[in-house]
């Protein structure tokens, strides 16, 4: 990696999010798994990744794919053991990848041993490392839960546990108890999940929820106006930022720059930046506004603006398109190849670090998932198809048939058909990680952004004497924007004409740099 001095590692970084399940087969049972992933570790170096994330790998029951886990510190039987884990870092460390693992914070399993354990009895000692709370009615306790939250994936954040007589609070699936933070041995516990990983050498972390981790422990209903939103209360408290100072404590007592990315699931720009801090609190937060506009130029730049107008001093962007969350980005702008070659280029030259999720470099769309295929209660089993690797049928899954249908397309879109392509979504990316490692100002510069025709984002990255412009044209016709002397680096259209000729195809994006010499 190319690193500006002093500069930590994840500024200059492109993170790739590995979903396992659905990553590669190394097994042979339908189900992606580390070895799999170790036996792809030659195509993320070639693609130009600095870092993979890896949603969860620990052990399991899978309610929520393995974001309910009963043991933080082991690996789940579906994808591997430890020795593996062991041997992909290692591995992905040769390569120069860094490896970021899925942190399950806000909430474990209703299996995990910790759980059980509170579950038992109301006198247990890990009673309180969960919310417990009685009903609302006294006489009926088991009718009215204790608050009126919601949980994430629909129904009420309350499980009426019939044994101890008293709810327990869940802001996902009731197989999620979430943890009592306020509790000094939940920390405490935490906190040792963190260095278990981090001793054994890892880059750090992508943290779930970071932000509902903190909760008043009077857990207030939510008003009446939001209480079908879950944008409230137990979003956004206060007392998550004292949490996150211990946190990054943690990750601070290693040698290495060992970072952290926080899902902040909020809308506000203003709220999100809160979770940054240069020495405190989180060196990256993801903010989810850009996957919430469309194809729309003008919500680009607006876009654009707010981020350079909040992320100022250490709060470093982060950008994404796509991730296992969410209809991929492709599908989302109707499916058009353009859209999304010239969506790359976006992402990929934006001022900030940007995530990539496994898949999109090879253009795919969301899978037709089946009513009787269907597994994930969040409905988000579409971006979650298997990658396919080749062109034939079972596309490089030679065992079970995998957990999934593959994406549409699979015999066009796959990694062998691609990388035999200088014109494939796979080589877009390829050339843009390229030309992103080799240009200070695309990795570090200024951004600064021009006026440009209607339908058109503009801006400049600018560092030292390293300069370029990008141009993204949304319209689906061709516009004019004329620029003197310059060379086109990249053109999401590869019309291979190296001189920039002023005028940039439809649904289209350029990137240009002033012409050397006469
Ligand atoms: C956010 C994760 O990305 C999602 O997949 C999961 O269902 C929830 N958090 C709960 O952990």
New binding site residues.
Partial sequence: MVQEPGAPWWRDAVVYQIYPRSFADGTGDGVGDLSGIRAHLDYLADLGVDAIWLSPIYPSPMA?NG?DVSDYCDIDPVFGDLATFDALLAEAHARDIKVLLDW?P??TSDQHPWFVASRSSRGNPKRDWYYWRDGRDADNPDTAPPNNWRAAFGGIAWTWDEPTQQWYLHN?LPQ?PDLNWNHQEVVEAMHATLRFWLDRGVDGFRM??IHMIGKDPELPDAPPAEANTNRVVFNDYPGTHALLRGIRKVLDSYPGDRTAVG?VNLRDTDRIVTYYGRDDELPLVFNFNSVRIGWDAAEWSALVDEVERYYVGDRWPVWVLSN??IVRHRTRYGGSEARARAAAVLLLTLRGTPFLYAGEELGLCNAEVPPEQAHDP?GRDGCRAPIPWTADAAHGWTGATPWLPFPPDADRLNATTETGDDKSMLALYRALLRVRRASPALRRGELTRVDAPAGVLRYTRTHNDDSCTVIVNFNHFDVDVPLDNCTVVIDSNHTGNPVYDGRVGAETAVVVRPSVGP
């Fill in positions: 929520d974001y399950v806000n909430h996902f999620q779930d929820v899902e296992h969350d969040g």
